[in-house]
């Protein structure tokens, strides 16, 4: 069983910028698709960012796209989330994500999750 700890969320100003990390135990991760994903108050969780095993692909939601940026250290077992030009609409608890397979943008495909950090954007 793979197990993901997220760390880095805070409260911060619009316009501020914060990087989220990832720490995952298990083997093979960098077999892994990681992602990012993010559940604000009242809503349903909703993709923001992943990055492929295979490639070093990126995808990110119209949303983020040109603020946020993925990137992952596979020696050590880890992913993180840079978020700039942050705006109160991106007040999320923000969640990585661990795929064994192809998954990419939807939530229901990953195996494994994190407990989740909040960050909170005050405008």
């Known amino acids: 069983q793979v197990q993901l700890v997220e760390s880095g969320g805070g409260l911060l100003q619009a316009g501020g910028s914060l990087r989220l990390s990832c720490a995952a135990s298990?083997?093979?991760?960098?077999?892994?698709?990681m992602g990012w994903f993010r559940q604000g108050p009242g809503k349903e969780r909703e993709f923001v960012a992943a990055?492929?095993?295979?490639?070093?692909?990126?995808y990110y939601a119209a949303s983020v796209k040109g603020r946020f940026t993925i990137s992952r250290d596979n020696a050590k077992n880890m992913v993180f989330l840079q978020m700039n030009s942050l705006k109160a609409e991106d007040t999320a608890v923000y969640y990585c994500?661990?795929?064994?397979?192809?998954?990419?943008?939807?939530?229901?495909?990953?195996?494994?999750w994190g407990q989740g950090t909040q960050v909170t954007v005050s405008s």
């Open positions: 994500a661990a795929s064994t397979g192809w998954a990419t943008i939807s939530a229901r495909d990953y195996d494994y």
């Open positions: 298990g083997r093979a991760f960098s077999n892994y698709v």
């Open positions: 990055f492929s095993a295979r490639g070093g692909s990126t």
